[in-house]
């Protein structure tokens, strides 16, 4: 059967499939190339290792901020004086969270989240506790580690 009209022309037909092809190139490279040459972009690290003396005399019912990779951690001291690395960011839509002293509970402003001290979900739209590290002092440095990895940081 002949068709004897059409909206689209052959010319317009096969512009658009050359700029679609044009557009899908033209993205899967730049998207390698950004690849290239950020590799570590959005990727967290498995251990950072911090100045000792500057986290363990932080006062009681603290937290003081490191970069956990791009993003944030929270070095933390309880009111019993124990510390604790975590990740300072929220389980529900990865905001960043604060730590409320007066009420010792952790915040996040975006949707009115807490998590106790213990980084325990306990109100608002969190759907799971906070994150916490592994940290072991080495001489003067502070390891700070994801849980569970094995790490044999750089002599030095
Ligand atoms: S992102 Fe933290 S409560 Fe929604």
Redesign the pocket.
């Known amino acids: 059967m002949k068709i004897d009209y059409s909206c689209v022309t052959r010319r317009t037909f096969l512009n658009t499939l050359l700029g679609g092809w044009i557009l899908a190139f033209g993205s899967g490279t730049l998207y390698a190339l950004c690849k290239f040459a950020f590799p570590t972009l959005g990727k967290e690290p498995d251990f950072v290792i911090l100045k000792a003396s500057d986290y363990l005399e932080i006062p009681v019912n603290s937290v003081k901020p490191f970069a956990w990779g791009g993003k944030l951690g929270l070095f933390f001291k309880n009111t019993k004086g124990d510390t604790f690395a975590l990740k300072g960011v ?6 960043n ?1 604060t730590y409320k002293p007066e009420a010792m509970k952790f915040y ?1 402003a ?4 807490w998590f106790d001290e213990t980084g325990r979900n306990i109100e ?3 759907p799971k506790p906070l994150e916490f590290f592994d940290s072991a002092i080495e001489g003067e440095k502070l390891v700070i580690s994801r849980k569970g990895v094995k790490i044999e940081p750089p002599k030095a």
């Open positions: 929220c389980t529900h839509m990865e905001c969270i996040c975006c949707h009115k989240g608002g739209p969190p």
